[in-house]
């Protein structure tokens, strides 16, 4: 079984930074991508960023110039830093680890930030 342990959110003023991390532990098999979505209040959950195996990164585009996603592979871990957040940054993020028996999600972190 493998669990994924998010933390990192929080409460941040328009502007601020904010790092999330997610954890991938239990019986995982070769890491073919790890991703980081949301989930905004009343809306459908969008995909943020990914990185491959081979460390190729995707973002969408309201994101771009202001997150970085990365990756430790030796721990499993996956990390967004986000920077200039804005208030429509606000959501539930959730990471998601897909290896070559499955697809994983993490229980998700809030991020909210305030103008």
């Known amino acids: 079984q493998v669990q994924l342990m998010e933390s990192g959110g929080g409460l941040v003023q328009a502007g601020g930074s904010l790092r999330l991390s997610c954890a991938a532990s239990?019986?995982?098999?070769?890491?073919?991508?790890m991703d980081w979505y949301r989930q905004p209040p009343g809306k459908q959950r969008e995909l943020v960023a990914t990185?491959?195996?081979?460390?190729?990164?995707i973002y969408t585009d309201s994101v771009k110039g202001r997150f970085t996603i990365s990756r430790d592979n030796a721990k499993n871990t996956v990390y967004l830093q986000m920077n200039s957040l804005k208030p429509e940054d606000t959501a539930v993020y959730y990471c998601?680890?897909?290896?070559?028996?499955?697809?994983?999600w993490g229980q998700g972190t809030q991020v909210t930030v305030s103008s």
């Open positions: 998601r680890v897909v290896d070559f028996a499955s697809t994983y």
């Open positions: 239990g019986s995982i098999l070769s890491i073919k991508a």
């Open positions: 990185i491959t195996a081979g460390g190729s990164t």
